[in-house]
């Protein structure tokens, strides 16, 4: 079993929808979830980041950790093209980070 | 406040070559990480180093090493390249605290003929 795993996709929504990223993890080390975005040829961007269960929000994105469940997920609202790229979630122990391999979304116009 | 910036962008190599890459961690960033990414694996933990010493470390073989100087910036190296060391090598940087929140850079895509 993967230590991380994620929702594949490929995910195609259209502008305004709101969209949910999904992860799962099996290592009950990990002490900090973080969400990327990486543009075509670009590096991955922090999106958000949380060290605890619940909620947590920035603008129109919502992070969300479930330890007990070991799940994790980011929301979308109000979807936007420049919304489109892939997403990676991240989960950090011991200084190193593990990561999912990433769900590509497009969000048409 | 500059971010970490890798160079080169690109480079072509060819099997059995070796190669160096860099990495200029934010400035008062001490902790730089090496990531592998490719389609079929996603992003892969190199290691990581803080204060010059490497602290961590991923599964990859001995052909890949790194080191850090003194003003944190950071290079890996790989040895007898194969074709499938064709990736885009991301590096990160962080304060090297618990906290770890890493940053990275653009990456050097590597191709190796």
């Known amino acids: 079993q993967k230590e991380v795993e994620q929702d594949p996709g490929p995910l195609s929504v259209p502008e305004g929808a709101i969209v949910s990223l999904n992860c799962t993890y099996s290592?009950?080390?990990?002490?900090?979830f973080m969400w990327y975005r990486q543009y075509s040829r670009k590096g991955p961007e922090l999106l958000m980041y949380?060290?605890?269960?619940g909620n947590k929000e920035d603008g129109r994105f919502t992070a969300q950790v479930d330890k007990s469940s070991k799940y994790i997920s980011l929301f979308i609202r109000d979807s936007q093209p420049s919304d489109s790229a892939t997403y990676l979630c991240?989960?950090?122990?011991?200084?190193?980070?593990?990561f999912g391999k990433g769900t590509l979304l497009t969000v048409n116009p | 406040k500059a971010g970490v910036t890798q160079t080169p962008r690109y480079l072509i190599k060819t099997r059995g070559q070796q190669v160096t890459l860099s990495c200029s961690p934010i400035?008062?960033?001490?902790?730089v990480s090496w990531y592998q990414q490719t389609p079929g694996q996603g992003l892969q933990f190199l290691f990581e180093?803080?204060?010059?010493?490497?602290?961590n470390k991923g599964n990859f073989p001995g052909r890949f090493s790194g080191r850090q100087f003194s003003n944190s910036r950071s290079e890996m190296n790989v040895s007898t390249l194969e074709l499938g060391d064709s990736a885009l090598y991301l590096c990160?940087?962080?304060?090297?605290?618990?906290?770890?929140?890493?940053?990275f850079g653009a990456g050097t895509r590597l191709s190796v003929l």
């Open positions: 990160a940087s962080s304060s090297g605290t618990t906290e770890n929140i890493q940053y």
């Open positions: 290592n009950s080390a990990f002490q900090y």
């Open positions: 949380t060290y605890s269960s």
């Open positions: 991240a989960m950090g122990s011991n200084y190193k980070l593990t």
């Open positions: 400035s008062g960033h001490r902790s």
């Open positions: 180093y803080f204060s010059e010493t490497q602290r």
